[in-house]
């Protein structure tokens, strides 16, 4: 039997992981890779309470934040690109100036 | 009894290291393959949950969709490199040296969640030991169209909302 | 000594030799079914043109695909000196690998016991899972990836056209291919491959079988087209093989790819249409029932139903001539998507009203 905290354990590992992406990496489109990996961590850990308490809550939140997600990468992508058509650069620094 | 064990220490291995993989690679292409293979890893988790539909599910929304979208934005913005030698000389504060302290914070981050679990009271349970699996897919149709059918229709107002704004923000100009 | 040979045939270890067996027996199938299919390819298509076909190698050209497959040994590796490495070979890896598990859930007979070799009676099928149809359309949104990464590994325009096309022209697909698949899951009640199939045994009328393209007239035809067309369109086959053209772009996303490389390519598109074929069969045409011959040879039904559906395959490329790519994502966005979830609201309304 695997212990309910192997499963947060190794979901808060995925969390951490994915916010050193979100704080390390100079380009765009991998740090919103790293926010999907956050997202999925914290998936992880609702189907993991789920089964704990013997309810399909966990999943059924699970699929709204899956789709919250996809329209978040979305949006987030076609804001990329429109950035991109502008500055030709995809590192976070080159937006820094407040002036388009 | 092991070997539900031995599955979990592989697939949280995988998803672990493709994690990884994601956060260290310097081509954004590499990145997108790795994190294919950690979400097939988490998608092995889920299965060894009980949870066979949030499995597959994981695998045909992010595997076959999100990560597809991923994919040709790198390849159409050509994002073979990044540019990690672009840094504004001329600015005092963004150097490599403390843009760098973000790991060290995640670190402290994974300290406060390991503290915050440890203080849970009945972590050796393991799980599904309390209460036996409910997961057919009928009973998960069952409760999404009855305790979270407002939810449910509001998400798919936010996905059409998702739609119209990524067509227009990534439209041509003048359209 | 033979006592010790023998050790393996006695229950209630012979189950997992079986098992292996199985196992074993479907992959090499699986492969030879890639290489009967370019026979047959080939022959049916002479046929349909009014000629020969291969007839040189072998009697009646039987030995052609063996030419073919000793030729594809021989031809040398070529890589571009600019390609990515690694993406280079993994992409035929992820298509292949993905065509083969697609296979795992889908089964091709009834349990049986081999005639009472073994105790307990064994599923022709690799894994019997409850959720068989979804983990089938998982493993091919999968595929896609050895398509795209094909395409950007290969370092070349026309690859990468190709890629970007055929692997947008998938995914766009899918959703009427998901669709349809939904319909059935709704009329069946279950998502495991084998429930649906029982769920077609038995005849109206004692006449009509209660296949479920014949369930609710004609909502159920309506659903095995869409499917069909969308796993044409799926698996790059005319008339939906613009990707591939080799009068617009060389070769599309296998361009760059040459001997064991592409003979992996050209495997993974045969067995594709191998597995779309055989999912139809048992989700639209009754898997393996049919008259005269009791469940236990089942099999034989299901591959006659199988070969009836490669023909088609076959009889629409040599017939249909090809979609222009813009015409073909409207085609997949703009009628097909439409079809397909009408079709999917009227039968759910059906499945509520008359409980189904």
């Known amino acids: 039997m695997v212990p309910i905290s192997y499963y947060l354990i190794l979901s808060g590992l995925l969390f951490s992981i994915g916010t050193a992406g979100v704080f390390l990496r100079r380009n765009v489109i991998t740090l919103l890779l790293s926010v999907e990996v956050m997202l999925n961590a914290v998936n992880l850990s609702f189907v993991a309470f789920g089964r704990q ?35 030709e650069s995809l590192s976070p620094e080159a937006f820094t100036n407040l002036k388009w | 009894m092991a070997f539900d064990l031995l599955l979990f220490y592989l697939f949280a291995a995988i998803t672990v290291g493709g994690s990884l993989l994601v956060v260290a690679q310097r081509n954004p292409i590499y990145s997108v393959v790795s994190i294919v293979v950690a979400f097939c890893g988490l998608s092995g988790l889920y299965v060894l949950l009980e949870a066979p539909f949030v499995a597959v599910v994981q695998i045909i929304i992010y595997a076959g969709a ?32 403390p843009t760098r302290v973000g790991g060290v914070l995640a670190v402290v981050l994974l300290g406060q969640l390991g503290w915050a679990i440890s203080r849970m009271t009945d972590l050796s349970a393991g799980v599904g030991e309390a209460a036996p699996a409910a997961s ?33 923000l990534a439209g041509k100009k003048g359209n | 000594m033979l006592e ?56 009646m050209g039987l030995l052609q695909p063996i030419a073919d497959i000793v030729k594809l040994f021989f031809k040398e590796e070529l890589q571009p000196k600019a390609a990515d490495k690694l993406l280079f070979s993994l992409a035929p890896i992820i298509s292949v690998a993905a065509c083969f598990v697609a296979f795992a859930p889908v089964p091709f007979g009834a349990t049986t016991t081999f005639f009472g070799w073994l105790d307990e009676p064994i599923a022709l099928q690799i894994a019997d899972l409850n959720v068989g149809v979804l983990a089938f359309f998982a493993v091919s949104s999968v595929g896609v990836y050895g398509i795209v990464l094909a395409g950007w590994a290969s370092n070349s325009k026309y690859a990468l056209l190709g890629g970007l096309r055929s692997s947008a022209q998938m995914i766009s697909y899918e959703l009427a291919y998901g669709m349809a698949l939904a319909t059935i899951v709704l009329l069946a009640g279950s998502m495991s491959f084998r429930e649906i199939v029982d769920a077609q045994a038995g005849y109206y009328f004692g006449l009509i079988p209660r296949w479920n393209v014949f369930v609710v007239f004609p909502f159920g ?32 996303y296998h361009t760059e790819y040459s001997s064991m490389r592409f003979a992996m390519f050209f495997m993974a598109e045969y067995i594709n249409m191998v597995t779309v074929s055989a999912v139809a069969v048992n989700l639209f045409l009754g898997g393996w029932h049919g008259p005269f011959l009791s469940p236990a040879y089942g099999w034989i039904w299901f591959l006659i139903k199988l070969a009836v559906l490669l023909f088609i395959y076959l009889w629409l490329r040599w017939t249909l001539p090809r979609v222009r790519y813009d015409q073909l994502m409207s085609l997949g966005w703009k009628v097909l998507l439409p079809v397909a979830t009408v079709n999917l609201l009227i039968v759910a309304a059906g499945v509520i009203a008359f409980g189904l």
């Open chain 2, 136 to 168: 057919s897919v009928r009973l998960l149709g069952r409760v999404l169209f009855t305790d979270y059918v407002f939810a449910f229709e509001v998400t798919s107002i936010l996905i059409i909302a998702g739609m119209v704004g990524a067509v227009v």
């Open chain 3, 4 to 59: 010790t040979l023998m050790w393996p045939l006695r229950p209630p270890q012979n189950w997992w030799v079986a098992y292996a067996t199985l196992i074993g027996v479907i992959f090499m199938a699986l492969q030879l079914s890639a290489a009967v299919m370019v026979y047959f390819e080939r022959k049916v298509s002479a046929w349909m043109q009014q000629r020969y076909g291969p007839w040189l190698v072998g009697p």
């Open chain 1, 53 to 87: 308490f013997g309810t399909v809550d966990g999943q059924i939140i699970t699929f709204f934040v899956m789709t919250v997600a996809a329209a978040e990468a979305a949006v987030g992508l076609a804001i990329v690109i429109a950035l991109f058509r502008h500055r």
């Open chain 3, 221 to 252: 035809l309506i659903a095995f087209l869409l499917f069909f067309t969308a796993g044409v369109a799926e698996t790059n086959r005319a008339p939906f093989d613009f990707p591939e053209a080799e009068q617009e772009l060389v070769a599309g």
């Open chain 2, 66 to 97: 999100i990560l597809v979208l991923f994919l040709f934005t790198v390849m159409l913005l050509n994002a073979t490199r990044e540019d990690g030698a672009e840094w504004d000389r001329s600015h005092p504060y963004y150097r490599p040296g």
